[in-house]
């Protein structure tokens, strides 16, 4: 027996679980059920002393984990399929727990046995796939025969088959008198397994009894009927306040002439009777309920800690062509199906020679309008000239209906855009280099010289050969003129 007494654990800011309490019997299957993140594998990890918790306490027959001398004897647990180490077989992996548990080795070829593993117990552990380090995973919880298990969803990545035979491994063992905590996403296969639940959201329970009382509090009990005589059965059950009967729309299972109704308030031994008293025809009367499924997200909803976007239904389509649910894509006209599709003649099938061709999808012979019916096709009959004569008509073709009409869409003739006459190109005018500008000189600033008296110089005449020198100073601009006489004579 595994006791869960008012445990709780935060990690950082955020409140893993908050106190948590409930006990998993011995003799039963209890299955542990909560959207991702709802604490699960939390409670799991410190029922085993792998967490600490801050307040509370989870015990194993009456003793903490910690506290066990025998521990695989008493408990035996799949939390990580992966734990094997990746370069250890199979065989060494599950020989070292053994050894170290002082469990004999001929157990090891046992559990290998019953998981199915013996063929590859000389293959590396890192070499498995999911479904089977699970296998292996499970075959070392059972290596020491223990007395309790506790399964973190241990039918992940398994085949069917391997799903089916964890479903028959812990009802086995609920059945020997041991508990069995169960944790699973699979809740088909939790309603098939479990005896109890507990139902767990955002670290508190939520719910925990039994599966039977769980699916009768939080599903419906209605009874499907499906009779050619709707009005007047529906009449007939019309008896009290709390009874009410639905008339459900058509759908493609449903036997042919007849139609469905959905009746709630009354056990199905009545309605039984009164469908026999009036002598009534049913083609098909059973009773609803509410799947595991069902029940439990009616439950959990708004409990979920991560939740996702919404994806768009498509519409369903009703035997009559209509939807029953409106279609968020933009609305079509829908193709003929192959049985109704329009036949086209070739020019010798005017005077009725020649077979008639299947129409290409999309190709009518005369366009339909969207807001006609379709017309029902009738085959066509050989005759002496060959075909050209209709068959008798055997089954009238209920024309189909659209839901809206179409309204064909008016499109405006696109006016050919004239080509302009292109421009010659000018050729282009060579780019006439810049030279560069002079630097300007500055102009250096004028040194005054200072000014020194003119001396007068004397000049003398050179006298003539018959002429005496003359002793008085010459006029100097004489002397300039007849230097410059001399000077055009010797030219």
């Known amino acids: 027996m595994i006791t869960i007494e008012h445990l709780t654990k935060t990690f950082g800011a955020k409140k893993a679980i908050d106190d948590v309490s409930f006990t998993a019997a011995d003799g039963k299957v209890t299955g542990f059920l909560g959207p991702n ?32 001398r025998s521990p695989m004897a008493e408990v035996g647990s799949v939390l990580n399929p992966r734990s094997a180490h990746k370069n250890r077989s199979a065989r060494s992996h599950l020989e070292a727990l053994a050894y170290s548990n002082g469990i004999p080795k001929s157990r090891v070829d046992e559990v290998m046995a019953i998981a199915g593993i013996s063929a590859v117990g000389k293959k590396k552990a890192g070499s498995f796939s999911l479904g089977m380090s699970q296998r292996l995973s499970i075959a070392a919880a059972l290596l020491g025969d223990p007395q309790n298990l506790v399964f973190d969803e241990p039918v992940n990545g398994l085949d069917p088959e391997g799903v089916m035979w964890v479903r028959q491994l812990c009802r086995y063992y609920a059945s020997q008198g041991r508990c069995v905590l169960l944790s699973s996403h699979l809740m088909s296969e939790v309603a098939q397994t479990a005896d109890d639940l507990v139902i767990i959201g955002q670290g508190r329970v939520l719910e925990h009894t039994s599966v039977a009382d769980f699916l009768s509090e939080h599903s419906s009990h209605t009874i499907r009927i499906a009779t050619p005589q709707a009005s007047l059965l529906q009449q007939a059950l019309q008896g009290g306040p709390e009874v009410s009967v639905e ?38 009367f059973r009773e609803e309920k509410a799947s595991l499924e069902e029940a439990y997200m009616a439950l959990t909803h708004g409990k979920e800690e991560y939740k996702t976007a919404n994806v768009p239904v498509p519409g369903l389509v009703s035997a009559q062509g209509t939807s029953q649910e409106p279609i ?82 008016q499109t405006e003739p696109v006016q050919p855009v004239q080509p302009e006459p292109m421009q010659p190109v000018q050729p282009v005018q060579p780019v006439q280099l810049i030279q560069p500008e002079q630097p300007v000189q500055t102009q250096q600033p004028i040194q005054q010289q200072p000014v020194h008296p003119v001396q007068s110089q004397q000049h003398y005449v050179q006298p003539a050969d018959n002429q005496q020198p003359s002793s008085a100073p010459a006029n100097p601009e004489s002397n300039q003129a007849s230097s410059t006489n001399e000077e055009g004579g010797a030219q």
């Open 37 to 68: 993140g709802a604490g699960k594998s939390t409670t799991m990890r410190a029922a085993l002393g792998l967490i600490r918790a801050e307040s509370g306490q989870a015990l194993i027959d009456g003793h903490p984990f910690t506290s066990l």
């Open 247 to 284: 008339l459900l729309p058509p759908s493609a299972g449903d036997p042919a002439g007849a139609q469905v109704l959905r009746v709630g308030g009354m056990e199905l031994a009545q309605v039984a009777q009164i469908a026999a008293d009036k002598q009534i025809v049913i083609y098909e």
């Open 328 to 409: 968020q894509a933009p609305m079509q006209a829908s193709m003929p199906m192959q049985s109704q599709m329009p036949m086209q003649q070739t020019p010798g099938q005017a005077q009725g020679q020649g077979a008639t061709q299947p129409a290409v999808p999309g190709q009518f012979a005369q366009p339909v309008q969207p807001t006609q019916p379709v017309q029902p096709v009738v085959p066509m009959q050989p005759n002496q000239q060959g075909y050209g004569q209709p068959a008798p008509q055997q089954q009238t073709v209920q024309p189909q209906q659209f839901q809206q009409p179409v309204q064909p869409v």
